[in-house]
């Protein structure tokens, strides 16, 4: 059954949570079986919550009630913009649902901080889950320093370089390699860059939003944005500040931000790189299916600092989504019984289908993968030669509001209201007083 929760509703919703304060379920469920319950022993309706109205989350949940015939999985499906406010008012406020997708780092650090998230250390243990197969992703970002487990991954999106092989062949240019500092990607861009007013070739593309500019720092796997190095970023952002401002190699946040500029504009053909997420894949199938005109494309690692390259060191930023059980859900076996079958290999397949990347990996997921019309093999060279870090750890004492500051100041900062010495004092400063906050 779906279920859509409207704008409108989603006020109504909002005006409720005065009424509720944070809070978790304190009742004791009876604790988990000793011996896992087989598909048929599990009956009942259980409800997950998530974001927009995707057929491959769909496909998820048939293929789960096709191998539980007992149980009925209800789906409140929240519109994107509104997700992070309506789930917390419903959460918070008692609403029945049993298992969720934690959105980012804030939605999932107010489940941890609120007791509303169920440690699912128990149920891994006795169902002997290998959590190998999911990377960083579980010890990264959803497990804290008690070795709690508060979610398993989803999906796990690295960030990757995607060029447009066609301007690069028609340039006359090679292409890009996974060997690149920020200062080659930096003479990259500019090389491709050609040309004026409405036939103007930027040689790089970075939409305004946050995640198009976190690889820097993030990828020296020195810790999260709570306790990394702000140092770190300083290369990196810099080359990103001179291909805007001085070598006009790329447009700058605000005239992007300005027409409403997301990764999409990279089908447009005017320009030749962007770094993105490998979420960018699902776009990519998706113009394929329609038949519209097909990207040329192939991909790379992300470009590092100097010392990253003389160490011989790879890294990128990574957004890793866990899928969680409420702590209230009064079904737990159900509920465990879905959380596990999304985050596993069969439904890591069913994803990769789509071509979106689970976050359980293995060569069976990426063969799923590479048979999608239009994916492009150099897709998942480029994943397993990177390493992902996140951002922020749901598990980081102030997550959500670190997580706010840092996408504050890196707007600031790309759009020249403030000098990279004046950003990385801010944030440094700032982040003191969250992490003060939270001790």
Not at 227 to 254: C, K, P, V, Y
Not at 312 to 330: K, Q
Request: hydrophobic share 45%; glycine share 8%.
């Amino acid at each position: 059954m779906k279920k859509f929760l409207s704008v409108a509703l989603a006020i109504s919703l909002i005006a409720v949570l005065a009424i509720f304060t944070a809070c978790s379920s304190d009742d004791d469920n009876g604790g988990i079986a000793d011996v896992r319950p087989a598909p048929s022993e599990l009956s009942g309706t259980i409800t997950i919550a998530w974001w927009g109205d995707s057929a491959y989350d769909y496909a998820l949940i048939d293929r789960f009630m096709e191998l539980y015939e007992n149980v009925t999985v209800d789906v409140v499906s929240i519109p994107p913009t509104d997700f992070d406010d309506i789930i917390n008012v419903m959460v918070t406020g008692g609403e029945n649902i049993d298992v969720m997708y934690a959105r980012n780092a804030t939605v999932f650090g107010n489940l941890i901080s609120r007791n509303q998230a169920e440690n699912l250390v128990p149920f891994i243990q006795r169902d002997n889950i290998d959590l190998t197969p999911y990377g960083a992703g579980v010890q990264a970002f959803m497990m804290d320093g008690d070795g709690n487990i508060f979610g398993l991954p989803y999906r796990s999106d690295l960030f990757i370089l995607f060029y447009n092989r066609d301007l690069f062949d028609a340039a006359g240019v090679p292409y890009p390699t996974n060997d690149m500092t920020w200062a080659d990607f930096r003479a990259l861009a500019y090389q491709m860059t050609s040309g004026t007013g409405p036939d103007r070739i930027h040689g790089a593309l970075f939409p305004p939003f946050g995640f198009s500019f976190e690889a820097p720092g993030i990828q020296e796997g020195q810790g999260d944005f709570g306790t990394m190095e702000l140092e770190n970023f300083r290369e990196g952002w810099q080359t990103i500040l001179d291909m805007m401002f001085e070598d006009h190699s790329a447009e700058d946040w605000g005239v992007l931000r300005s027409i409403n500029a997301t990764a999409d504009n990279f089908f447009e053909g005017n320009a030749a790189m962007m770094i993105c997420g490998t979420w960018f894949m699902y776009n990519i199938i998706r113009n394929v299916s329609l038949e519209r005109e097909p990207l040329n494309y192939g991909t790379v690692r992300v470009p590092v600092s100097s010392a990253m390259q003389a160490a011989g060191r790879h890294g990128t930023n990574a957004s890793f989504t866990p899928v969680v059980m409420l702590s209230r859900s009064e079904n737990k076996e159900a509920a465990w019984a879905l959380v596990r079958f999304i985050s596993s290999e069969e439904g890591g397949q069913i994803l990769a289908q789509h071509s979106l990347m689970p976050g359980y990996h293995s060569p069976a997921v990426f063969r799923y993968m590479e048979a999608v019309p239009g994916f492009n093999p150099s897709v998942t060279q480029s994943i397993l030669a990177s390493t992902g870090f996140p951002v922020v750890s749901g598990m980081t004492p102030g997550a959500a509001e670190l997580f706010t500051m840092l996408r504050q100041h890196t707007e600031m900062l790309f759009t020249g209201n403030a000098t990279v010495d004046e950003t990385f004092t801010n944030l440094g400063r700032e982040r003191a007083e969250i992490l003060a906050r939270h001790e």
